[in-house]
């Protein structure tokens, strides 16, 4: 499958251009916020960086202080259906270019996605150390007082490859897969298992 | 005489193979995942990515999910003084790795809402001590918070999934089980379960089961077909590797069965991420690890 580059921040233009299915090579600078920084945009907090076209990144980095700058070591991503709640409202507010994480997130989230021109791209969970090998840079840390894994990290990437899964047409192959499985499971209910 | 800086050393360098390094039965079972997939699909490219990054891990000792877990500590010891020299080692040894940057800060206190920055907080770590007439052994295993998040308790008989009180009731279970999870656990992921017990001891013992490599057959020849009738049919739903569709949705399953009160029917399901962090030693008379388990 072709690769198609991709650099953080990005225009809605590039988002509503971009398929379910279409893998990237992601570039640029890219923000995390988790649990506790979804929460506090999500009910007025002002984001101390401009979240714009940039790549919101669900991760709570492993990091080691180097002197006065830091080092990430482990950076895989969180599970975004956690931001549920939070996510549509984040990105009809700050105008993200990209949601990344891992296992797609629901309803709100492919409608504002849709409104605002903004995909969801996919890293695989656990991936912790290949995809620190492509952070090349810790630029900035924000929010630190919500603990090290939840504040807002500034990343400069290079080259990391994610998937969309789903995209600013309103599609996702997390809800296809879900749906696809479901009628499996309901066949699988009614054969009954002999002992 | 347990030496505590023999302790300190062998605990610290448990706790950080685990967090390190993919056990080698669940890299042998990815491995075989990694064939049944089909070329150019994203389940393969996927389950590339993963053993790539378990690689990667291994080779320059880091931890292989930035989600490091919250650590469950077994002790086997014969019962004396020796135990407070282990939980003194385990806190600090938690202390340490988080330092040195081979644990993440993963202890928030819920009323303050503060993280306590070195993975001890109330009631953490859970260290759980078994008395033991032979050499003291030490296990620990670092589960991640998704993992846990669609880990779940069923109360049997349950309506809507029509499942009753026996084995092909704990079937159905384990598998809404899977299909709730979708990716949104790591998958491909490893299952321990526990038929029976209560609300607390359930939990506990699908965790500790986890324990148990997938190479190992269950003892019992029921269990055992429970097992892998519990694979063969999650791995049919079709939700393969971080849920994006193929046909590696588990890597195994590990039952358990617990005395139950005859008003309660639970069947719990410990869900593991593929990156299964735990490890296991055997400690000599003076706290060095004699071998690993």
């Given at each position: 499958m072709a690769l198609t580059s991709l650099t953080s921040p990005l225009s809605p233009e590039t988002a509503r251009a971009l398929r379910t299915g279409d893998q990237v090579l992601l570039s640029g600078r890219i923000v995390t916020a988790r649990d506790q920084v979804h929460k506090y945009l999500a009910s007025g907090g002002g984001s101390p960086?401009?979240?714009?076209?940039l790549v919101i990144y669900h991760c709570g980095p492993v990091t080691v202080r180097q002197g006065d700058t830091w080092r990430v070591t482990a950076a895989g991503p969180t599970t975004s259906m956690r931001e549920e709640p939070y996510e549509a409202r984040v990105i009809q507010t700050h105008h993200p270019g990209a949601i990344m994480g891992k296992g797609g997130m629901g309803e709100a989230t492919r409608a504002a996605l849709q409104s605002e021109g903004c995909v969801y791209l996919h890293l695989t969970g656990g991936a912790a150390s290949f995809i620190a090998g492509r952070i090349i840079a810790v630029e900035e840390v924000h929010l630190l007082e919500f603990g090290r894994p939840e504040a807002m990290w500034v990343l400069k990437v290079e080259d990391l490859p994610a998937l969309v899964t789903m995209d600013a047409q309103g599609r996702s192959l997390h809800h296809d897969i879900e749906h696809a499985s479901q009628e499996i499971l309901k066949r699988l209910l009614n054969t009954p298992f002999s002992s | 005489m347990m030496n505590e800086i023999h302790l300190l050393s062998s605990v610290t360098e448990l706790m950080e193979k685990a967090c390190t390094m993919l056990p080698d039965d669940v890299h042998a079972a990815l491995s075989r995942a990694l064939e049944t997939e089909q070329e150019g699909s994203i389940a393969r490219d996927t389950l590339k990515t993963i053993l790539q990054s378990a690689r990667l891990s291994r080779e320059r000792g880091i931890p292989l999910c930035q989600d490091t877990g919250v650590p469950l500590i077994i002790v086997r010891t014969f019962p004396g003084p020796a135990m407070f020299a282990i939980e003194t080692a385990v806190v600090e040894g938690l202390r340490q790795l988080t330092e040195r940057g081979i644990l993440r800060q993963n202890c928030v206190d819920p009323v303050t809402g503060r993280n306590t920055g070195d993975n001890i907080g109330e009631h953490v770590p859970q260290i759980h001590f078994l008395p033991a007439r032979e050499a003291t052994s030490i296990g620990v295993m670092f589960k991640g918070g998704g993992s846990e998040n669609v880990s779940t308790q069923y109360a049997l008989p349950h309506t809507g999934l029509g499942a009753d009180r026996d084995l092909d009731g704990v079937r159905k279970c384990v598998l809404d089980a899977a299909f709730q999870a979708q990716g949104k656990g790591c998958s491909p992921g490893i299952l321990g379960i526990c038929i029976g017990g209560d609300r607390a001891s359930g939990y506990l013992i699908a965790k500790e089961t986890l324990f148990r490599r997938l190479d190992e057959r269950n003892p019992s020849p029921v269990l055992a077909k429970l097992e892998d009738a519990i694979v063969g049919q999650a791995n049919s739903l079709g939700i393969g590797p971080m849920g994006l569709g193929g046909s590696t949705t588990l890597l195994g399953a590990r039952v358990a069965s617990a005395g139950r009160h005859p008003a309660c029917y639970f069947v719990t399901v410990s869900y593991s991420c593929w990156a299964t962090r735990r490890a296991r030693i055997e400690l000599d008379e003076k706290g060095r690890i004699r071998r690993w388990l």
């Open positions: 960086v401009d979240l714009r076209g | -």
